[in-house]
């Protein structure tokens, strides 16, 4: 047990004993569900299919808060960003607007998105949003940022139009 109360393992999620394992909230990282699950089928991959480097890699867990509206985050904050690289090898583009969702109704809700990016190719390493739909843009989001996409990558995509998604394939 560490200073918490959480179970100490490795990435393999094996604790200091042999053949004792532990996964989700009990190690006390990434308290998700979702995360509970997927360390539970790589456990089980490593265990019973022979599949010896079969692991979950905790970098760039999307994270929703199911709040109205919804906010969002995948990967680093720019804090960490620059902890990491260097403030002068991080770059942030953001942008705060009005879903076209509410263009013609009497309540304007913001959406918010900070788009984190490091290093000459500009590397995104984090996406944060608020707003109505948040939750379900983050999920392709974090795929890309887990493939090493690129600030030239997002630009070089097509903007579906009209949608809050489509702020970060144009931010400039």
Do not use: W
């Amino acid at each position: 047990m560490d200073a918490k109360g959480h179970v100490v393992v490795d990435e393999y999620q094996n604790t200091t004993r042999r053949g004792v394992y532990a996964i989700g909230d009990v190690c006390g990282r990434a308290l998700l569900t979702p995360v509970a699950i997927a360390a539970g089928r790589k456990l089980a991959h490593r265990l019973f299919e022979g599949k010896q480097d079969s692991r979950l890699d905790y970098h760039c867990i999307p994270t929703v808060v199911f709040s109205h509206p919804p906010i969002g985050t995948v990967g680093l904050t720019e804090d960490e960003a620059v902890a990491a690289y260097g403030r002068e090898n991080v770059k942030i583009y953001s942008t705060s607007f009005n879903p076209l969702y509410h263009a013609v109704t009497q309540r304007k809700v913001k959406c918010v998105m900070k788009l984190v990016c490091a290093g000459k190719e500009e590397k995104v390493v984090g996406l944060h949003m608020q707003g109505m739909g948040c939750d379900e843009i983050l999920q392709g989001f974090a795929v890309a940022i887990k493939m090493g996409a690129t600030k030239a990558d997002l630009d070089n995509t097509v903007a579906i139009h009209p949608t809050s998604a489509e702020e970060l394939v144009t931010l400039r």
